[in-house]
């Protein structure tokens, strides 16, 4: 069964940088492709980046590419989002996600995390 649990998030100035980290207890992570999403205020929950299963291949959204980068440790079973040069409307609730494939849709992802708020303001 796999569990997810984020953690990382906090209230950084517009510019600032923070990682969010993963971490998965259920033993499969290493077969999964794992996925960033994140909702913000009166919004959907909306794709961020997505890494494969070796994390040789990547992708994000348009709003956060050359900002976030996603990657992965396999050993430690966990999940990493650095997030750099955050801007306001960044603020959100970030989810990890778990999915049998590769893919940046939302509905085939399988195992949530339960969120970890980040806050960019001044």
């Known amino acids: 069964q796999v569990q997810l649990v984020e953690s990382g998030g906090g209230l950084v100035q517009p510019g600032g940088s923070l990682r969010l980290s993963c971490a998965d207890s259920?033993?499969?992570?290493?077969?999964?492709?794992m996925g960033w999403f994140r909702r913000a205020p009166g919004q959907g929950r909306d794709f961020v980046a997505v890494i494969s299963p070796t994390g040789t291949v990547t992708n994000y959204a348009s709003s956060v590419k050359g900002r976030f980068f996603i990657s992965r440790d396999n050993a430690k079973n966990t999940l990493y989002l650095q997030m750099n040069s955050l801007k306001p409307e960044d603020t959100a609730v970030y989810y990890c996600a778990a999915a049998n494939y590769w893919t940046s849709s939302r509905t085939a992802y399988n195992y949530w995390g339960q969120g970890t708020q980040v806050t960019v303001s001044s």
């Open positions: 259920g033993g499969t992570f290493s077969r999964n492709s």
